[in-house]
């Protein structure tokens, strides 16, 4: 029974991870491609960002690192290291910003919602891990039934069809915010040792936390571009309006406006668990006083809070930031780089690399 716990607890650990604040903003990210570039898309970053995740477990079950950065410093040395750990801190103040911002958007600034999110972050780095599992599983739980809810009294009122519209030369511009969707490989070092580095067990808890997000991901990319224009999907991009406030204004439903809030509540909230469980391995990797940890845990909390409350709508552009250059570093470039070395090559490795080096090249020529 604890085994199948721990695979649970693990499964959820990585779904509720990879479904974050990105979700409510993939649909308005995408609308200058259309419904079936935009299904292309996530289909060949999510294979990618499997395949780069398999690669970081397969390095972890072969030499049992304490985390990331020593297994950077490892297999890349210490520039690695250096690029692993820039990546890292920069990717959580990135993804904490805009989750500041959602959060705020959701709730309309309340501050004890605000406080409570942020305690749950901090007391992740300081408690027992399988308490916040068994938490994070819980909200997992809310998590899928909210969207289920969701989703339900989305499929009502007039329809579009779906392949109205394309536009394939504006995929490449979406592909950061894509990638930042199905980021969960911060989790890769607490799943492999939960799991006792067992090779099949760890594949099955990667695939199966992966598929979830997949599934939520195209479901609400179709139920939006079912409902709304590519006119109206440009112009709540441009207003900063999240997915289920657009959806909760056009089929004036308050179960969907409260299941949205609900969800979009617990995406949240299971990606600040999931930040604060993985951050403490990394922190004790490159931190060794326990001040200094406390120091970096401080600003990694409160600092993200004030771009959030004064920059005007910065949810889409951080997001974008954040997987277009950190996280292509830190889940794609980085995790492939140790399997280009002559014994290891193959074609896929090479193609993979390439893949997320182009990504990487994309939002830099577009910032």
Not at 38 to 55: R, W
Not at 130 to 153: C, Y
Not at 292 to 318: G, Q
Not at 327 to 354: D, E
Request: positive net charge; charged residues 10%; glycine residues 8%.
């Amino acid at each position: 029974m604890r085994r199948e716990y721990e695979f649970f607890d693990s499964v959820c650990l990585i779904a509720g991870m990879t479904i974050g604040a990105s979700v409510l903003g993939l649909p308005l990210s995408l609308n200058a491609s259309g419904y079936g570039p935009a299904l292309v898309g996530i289909a060949a970053v999510y294979v990618c960002m499997l395949a780069s995740g398999f690669l970081l477990a397969r390095l972890f079950v072969a030499n049992h690192d304490s985390d990331l950065p020593t297994l950077f410093r490892r297999h890349l040395g210490k520039i690695g290291e250096l690029l692993f750990d820039v990546s890292y801190f920069a990717l959580a103040f990135c993804l904490l910003i805009a989750y500041w911002s959602a959060l705020n958007g959701i709730f309309h600034g309340i501050p004890c919602v605000t406080v409570a999110t942020a305690a749950a972050v901090y007391y992740g780095l300081r408690m027992r891990f399988k308490f916040l599992e068994r938490i994070n599983s819980v909200f997992t739980v809310g998590l899928i039934v909210s969207f289920a809810l969701l989703i339900f009294a989305s499929f009502r009122g007039e329809s579009l069809p779906l392949f109205e519209f394309s536009n394939w030369k504006n995929l490449p511009l979406s592909l950061p915010i894509i990638l930042c969707s199905f980021g969960y490989h911060q989790t890769v070092p607490l799943v492999c040792k939960s799991l006792n580095y067992s090779t099949k067990r760890i594949a099955a808890a990667l695939i199966i936390g992966t598929i979830i997000p997949l599934l939520f991901n195209v479901s609400i990319l179709t139920v939006v571009f079912r409902l709304f224009s590519q006119e109206e999907l440009a112009k709540a991009a441009a207003d900063g309006v999240q997915a289920f406030s657009l959806l909760s204004g056009r089929v004036g439903s308050q179960l969907l406006y409260h299941s949205g809030q609900l969800f979009s509540f617990f995406a949240i909230a299971t990606s600040m668990l999931g930040i604060s469980m993985t951050m403490k391995g990394a922190l004790n990797d490159v931190f060794s006083e326990l001040s200094a940890l406390r120091k970096c845990t401080e600003m990694l909390i409160i600092l993200p809070i004030l771009p959030a409350i004064f920059a005007p709508n910065p949810f889409l552009k951080v997001l974008g930031i954040a997987g277009g250059i950190f996280g292509t570093l830190m889940a794609g470039i980085l995790p492939v780089t140790p399997f280009l070395r002559p014994k290891l090559a193959s074609v896929p490795h090479v193609l993979l690399w390439l893949a997320f080096v182009g990504i990487f090249a994309i939002e830099c020529a577009t910032l």
